[in-house]
């Protein structure tokens, strides 16, 4: 193990940071052996017998062998975390492309080009470490820089709001939306009575609510979705002059989500999907990016902009303060260990770096608090910044001394300052212009456990959301509020909701109250409750495009395609396109019945990559059927084939059918005839002359992500 004291020094800034940062991470690392040993380094007889009185006699307590490994094995888990427990890790590096120097002194973010090492963990909120990846969520995107002047960490989410403005509410809410305490259920989500009863009686969560029915929270990927440090942060430059600054994450591949039903489905078939799809990725050198862009504000605008920075349930629109591009990040490397890394990492918004601080915001306040407390008793104890993912990469020397698990030999015999006996000299830190300082900022106010009346907007910005969405968006939203009151089981609940959406859009809030059973909206009844306040006028905006995923199109890069084949299939076609779609980045694989080949009508062999029963369409991001009548046919007669062309159908995803494979969506009753063909559809032959433009039109489809406004889905069986 290296020695704390001689780990990455200063010295690293003539070397590559990020390379250095693994340089320290593999003094810490073993590869397998071949050869076993106890903790103390005893080498092994025998890993199969434990010690006994004869071959058939009892054990005997002398085993210290059976009995180490056992012990270890019995203390092998530690508590998860309380929220955000299930998450997915991978180390990288962030790169400035625009130095801040004008707005901050913060090393990291001075020199243009230069890079900072990095490690990121995604994760879901509510779930337990086992759960699924795909629930109805808020996502976690937590950032560790490793940077010259100590670990900085920007521990956001997929969504730029939260429920709550203030952190004396977060027990509350974590309460109410985990698993209910009697019976422990539903795991990893928000569709029962104690999560609805809470919100229902805070308006101050009508913005965030409505980012978490909507498709935000149902990520196609942790590489497709946005980050957002929500929060407000000061920058604070050499001067000491501040700015207000709001990050945000932008991904390379666009932001893109599932379906609902969709994402029910991979819950089952593969509870580890956004996990599985982040390491592949990454081991294949598909290595996703973000742009880090900020929202600079200066202290003299604050009060023109018609949002309270310091209210964490509100967002500055991009339409209203532009998005800089900073830098990017870069994930490149899969961890070595799970346990080691991922799950000991240690985040915390309170590690910040010369340069940054914090706002006032009450809901921040609060986890400057918090993360710090958790990890205590998560990691077992006060030195968990020794373990090698959370080490900085600059010196680290203090007086702090003792506590569990402690890895630095501190020399000598002072651990107090002042002194003299430390170096034979006198040490003394006195109060002065170096280390972090804390920016300086004049209050004198009454001391007063109040909110300000400046958070009493509760519904503009929701109603900004819902007015920003697309009319197939809405329909998801309006779909995803049905679905969680079917399962409130408590009438009251259902009815106070859909009168609070009832101040947000009246369409709304009627639309979900139609199928629950209880009364039409009562706008009224929700104003006469405790916490309503009126809601604003106007929002600040009639909508902010930059709210919606929609999209006309992105890169098709890693996206997933499945070809479906049977014996006699035509390959023409297919040929062009799969080229098409490999030259685009995408992935094509090849699925039928059976594993092994299948002979073409050509008699050529094509290799099989998975059978329909362990890759259904929900795995994939669109479907190629190629021609060929004997193909068609024997798909057509498969009923798992013809359940994953219309699962694909439904799920809104595009389709190319060739020649006799048309039939396969025809024979449930789809207008394939008349124009204009449902969106995403493609129909073609296989004659040689369209074959290019097949594969074009294919790809500019797949680059739409979904079509979400696609005819005859709800009548299409799957
Ligand atoms: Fe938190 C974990 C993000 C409010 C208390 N939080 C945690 C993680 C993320 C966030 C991404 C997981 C980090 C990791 O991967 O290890 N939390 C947020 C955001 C919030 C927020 C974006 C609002 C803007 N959190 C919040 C409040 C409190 C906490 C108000 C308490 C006052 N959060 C915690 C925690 C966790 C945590 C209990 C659980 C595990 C951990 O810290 O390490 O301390």
Avoid at 668 to 694: F, H, Y
Wanted: hydrophobic letters at 40%.
């Amino acid at each position: 193990m290296a020695s704390s004291r001689t780990e990455g020094s200063r010295k690293s800034k003539a070397g590559d940071p990020v390379a250095n940062r693994q340089k320290q991470l593999e003094a810490f690392t073993q590869g397998p052996e071949n050869q076993l040993t106890t903790n103390q380094g005893v080498p092994l007889p025998d890993n199969h017998n434990s010690l006994k009185a004869g071959v058939r006699g009892p054990g005997l307590l002398e085993d210290f062998i059976l009995r180490e490994k056992l012990t270890h094995f019995d203390h092998e888990r530690i508590p998860e975390r309380v929220v955000y427990a299930r998450g997915a890790a991978a180390h990288g590096y962030f790169e400035l492309t625009r130095p801040l120097v004008e707005y901050t002194k913060a090393d990291f973010l001075q020199e243009h080009g230069s890079r900072t090492p990095v490690f990121v963990r995604f994760s879901t909120v509510i779930g337990a470490r086992g759960s699924a990846d795909t629930v109805r969520d808020v996502r976690g995107f937590a950032v560790k820089f490793y940077t010259r002047e100590g670990n900085y960490d920007l521990v956001g989410n997929n969504m730029p709001v939260f429920f709550i403005q203030d952190a004396m509410k977060f027990p509350d809410l974590v309460h109410a939306i985990k698993p209910e305490p009697h019976h422990d259920m539903p795991q990893a989500s928000s569709a029962h009575d104690t999560f609805w009863d809470f919100i229902s009686l805070m308006p101050e969560s009508a913005h965030m609510l409505m980012w978490l029915m909507s498709d935000r929270a149902l990520p196609r990927s942790y590489r497709m979705m946005e980050g957002f440090g929500v929060h407000t942060f000061r920058f604070v430059n050499a001067r000491g002059a501040s700015h207000f600054v709001k990050f945000h994450w932008r991904p390379k591949l666009g932001k893109h989500a599932l379906a609902w039903d969709e994402a029910q489905k991979i819950a089952g078939k593969d509870p580890d999907f956004h996990r599985r799809d982040l390491w592949e990725a990454i081991d294949r050198g598909d290595f996703p990016e973000w742009e880090l862009g900020v929202q600079l504000i200066e202290e003299e605008r604050v009060d023109k902009l018609g949002v309270d920075l310091l209210d964490a349930t509100k967002l500055v629109p991009e339409e209203i303060v532009p998005i800089t591009p900073v830098g990017r990040l870069v994930l490149n490397r899969n961890p070595d260990s799970y346990f080691a890394e991922a799950e000991q990492v240690a985040f915390n918004p309170g590690h910040i770096v010369p340069g940054i601080d914090f706002s006032n915001d009450p809901l921040l306040q609060g986890r400057l608090f918090s993360y710090l407390d958790t990890q205590i008793s998560r990691l077992g104890g006060p030195n968990f910044h020794e373990l090698p993912i959370n080490r900085g990469v600059c010196p680290m020397h203090n007086l702090q001394r003792g506590g569990m698990h402690r890895m630095t030999i501190a020399r000598g015999r002072v651990a107090y300052e002042p002194n003299t006996l430390g170096n034979g000299s006198e040490f003394r830190v006195d109060g002065g212009e170096q280390g972090f300082q804390s920016l300086e900022e004049a209050i004198e106010s009454p001391k007063i456990r109040r909110r300000s009346p400046s958070f009493d907007d509760h519904f503009s910005q929701a109603t900004l959301f819902w007015n920003s969405q697309s009319a197939a968006e809405k329909e998801h939203i309006i779909a995803a509020f049905q679905f969680e009151l079917s399962r409130v089981e408590t009438p009251a609940i259902r009815q106070r909701i859909v009168d609070n959406l009832a101040h947000v859009d009246a369409r709304l809030a009627r639309k979900v109250a139609e199928p629950l059973g209880i009364g039409p909206p009562d706008a009224r009844s929700a104003a006469g409750r405790a916490g309503f306040r009126e809601p604003r006028a106007k929002p600040l905006l009639e909508a902010a495009p930059s709210l919606s995923m929609e999209t006309n199109g992105t890169t098709i890069a890693t996206r997933k395609v499945a070809v479906l084949m049977a014996a006699g299939v035509e390959l023409g076609a297919f040929k062009v396109i799969q080229q098409a779609l490999v030259d685009a980045g995408a992935t094509v694989k090849v699925v039928a019945a059976h594993l092994g080949f299948i002979v073409s009508s050509s008699g050529q062999q094509v290799p099989i990559d998975h059978s329909f029963q362990t890759m259904p369409s929900v795995m994939f991001d669109a479907v190629l059927v190629p021609g060929g009548a004997a193909s068609a046919q024997a798909l057509m007669k498969d009923g798992e084939a013809v359940h994953f062309v219309l699962e694909a159908y439904k799920h809104c995803k595009p389709l190319c059918l060739i020649g006799e494979s048309v039939e396969i969506l025809r024979s449930v009753g789809v207008a394939l005839d008349d124009a204009p063909v449902p969106g995403g559809v493609i129909i073609g032959t296989n004659e040689p002359t369209t074959r290019v433009q097949l594969g074009q039109d294919l790809i500019a489809a797949i680059a739409r992500h979904r079509h979400w406004s696609r005819a005859m889905v709800e009548q299409v069986p799957a």
